[in-house]
């Protein structure tokens, strides 16, 4: 997976993702990650890159000309028979969510775009951008901690990023469920004990036990998912779901 950012802050990213496990993915070449610059293709002596709205109205909005020229400048580098995605993070996009990351994971390649000040000249993003994506309801005051948090999610799902392959699977909201409850040493720690299950050594009563957990955490922690969880009659009943 090659990611390509478009940011007036490349060492945001590049410092955000270069360490944990994004970081050794990037060592070990399985994603390459390559930040440009916008402010490089200023077309003004003083690296000017923003400008007063038309029209009047509070802040700076980000000029078309540098970011297109930034885009420009990687459109060249792609794989010449499959444009990339070119995704733009912006409190006005689809909320962000796994079947989103999933989706982004079987790309080959993704561009993505990080607006600041009042935002960027409408005509440039409706030249390049493919996708619109929000990390949530709320306003950041930069796209570049959103497209960290969309490249992690995204990084996880891509084969051979985390060390073992089904963690990524049966993490949280694998099929709509939450993740069951973990414990490590010691047995017992300020007078709480580990569920006795865990330590009994029958896999199949800790299977159930793992799965009953599950669901009603996602049932009184996350409502909203469980309905679209795949239980089965006797799982609904013992709930009180049906
Ligand atoms: N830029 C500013 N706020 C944002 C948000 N919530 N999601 C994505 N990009 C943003």
């Not at 360490?19 to 390559?34: F, M, P, Q, V």
């Not at 990339?84 to 994971?105: C, D, H, M």
């Not at 939450?178 to 569920?195: A, D, I, N, S």
Request: with cysteine; net charge negative; aromatic share 8%.
């Amino acid at each position: 997976m090659k990611y390509h950012v478009l940011t007036l802050f490349p060492e945001m990213i590049e410092q955000g993702l270069n360490t944990s496990i994004i970081g050794r993915a990037i060592e070990k070449e399985i994603i390459e990650l390559n930040t440009v610059d916008i402010r490089d293709y200023s077309v003004n002596k003083h690296k000017k890159v923003d400008d007063y709205p038309y029209g009047g109205g509070a802040g700076m909005v980000m000029q078309a000309e540098p970011v297109y020229r930034a885009y420009q400048s990687i459109a060249g580098t792609t794989q010449k028979d499959k444009k990339p995605r070119v995704v733009f993070l912006t409190p006005q996009g689809r909320v962000f969510n796994q079947s989103i990351a999933k989706e982004l994971a079987a790309e080959e390649e993704l561009i993505f775009l990080c607006g600041h000040y009042e935002g960027i000249d409408e005509r440039v993003l409706e030249m390049i951008v493919t996708d619109n994506l929000s990390i949530g309801d709320y306003v950041l005051t930069g796209g570049e901690l959103a497209a960290m948090v969309v490249i992690d999610a995204v990084s996880r799902l891509v084969p051979g990023v985390l060390n073992n392959d089904v963690s990524a699977e049966i993490e949280s909201f694998h099929d709509n469920l939450l993740e069951y409850p973990q414990y490590t040493r010691p047995e017992e720690f300020e007078g709480r004990k580990v569920p006795e299950v865990l330590l009994s050594g029958h896999h199949q009563k800790i299977e159930q036990w793992r799965r009953m957990q599950s669901i009603q955490r996602t049932a009184t922690r996350r409502p909203d998912l469980i309905k679209d969880a795949s239980l089965t009659e006797k799982e609904k009943k013992e709930l009180g779901l049906n």
